[in-house]
């Protein structure tokens, strides 16, 4: 009994991480440059709005982010940078740049729903996977962060069958309470990939939600970035 007990524990750890890195291949872009809007409520009332411009390259694994935000007045030109697992701040009003530390990392990003280490989910590097649940439309999966330093205990993750695409990602504490979740709206398309255009964080403890729009008509897929956009040299131009 024990053995069988061990090996499907065993199997379905395999077959989540094959999941898993089929979730990676449907939504993996070499490079994307687009513009996008984060819009923040609560109770019903629009609280702030905010547009950026989002480059991000694939470099060999290494996934490089930088978004630059071009509205409101006081935010344009102010960035946020990710790559190599580290994140910058620069604030265009102070013309300083900070490296975020570990629990800076896990505060509301612009005061929103999302935090900063939300934009740098990495299923396959950062989790142990297990199935929960499996039925004809989704796969229910269970993620443990490796890291035992972040804010959430473990995430649950439903994946679309028919196209390996994330429909909600649950993020629980240590309380295992549900304090957020994610839910994706809208999802398109593109040259042969998946790319959520609309997607939703909400904050289950104090009502805030914040939504995230992609500007479809903005987006640029495949075409070269340099290197150079993404260093921390390049924040301040």
Do not use: H
């Amino acid at each position: 009994f024990s053995f069988i007990f061990i090996l499907c524990i065993v199997t379905y750890g395999e077959e989540a991480i094959s999941i898993l890195e089929k979730v990676e291949e449907a939504t993996k872009y070499k490079t994307v440059n687009l513009e996008a809007k984060m819009i923040i409520n609560k109770n019903g009332k629009e609280l702030s709005k905010m547009n950026f411009i989002w480059d991000y390259k694939d470099k060999n694994g290494e996934k490089y982010q930088l978004m630059r935000y071009t509205y409101p007045a006081r935010l344009k030109g102010t960035a946020i940078l990710m790559k190599e697992k580290n994140i910058w701040y620069y604030n265009k009003r102070t013309n300083r740049t900070r490296l975020l530390s570990k629990s800076a990392r896990e505060e509301s990003m612009m005061g929103s729903s999302f935090s900063y280490d939300d934009m740098q989910l990495e299923y396959l590097n950062d989790f142990y996977a297990e199935i929960l649940e499996k039925n004809a439309k989704t796969y229910i999966l269970k993620l443990s962060p490796k890291n035992d330093e972040k804010k959430y205990k473990y995430i649950i993750v439903e994946i679309i069958r028919k196209n390996y695409t994330e429909k909600n990602i649950k993020y629980y504490d240590k309380n295992n309470i549900n304090y957020k979740t994610l839910e994706t709206i809208d999802i398109k398309y593109i040259q042969n990939k998946w790319m959520p255009v609309k997607m939703c964080m909400k904050d289950n403890i104090n009502g805030k939600e914040t939504l995230l729009e992609i500007q479809e008509d903005t987006i640029k897929i495949g075409e070269d970035i340099d290197d150079m956009i993404f260093s921390e040299k390049n924040l301040k131009r």
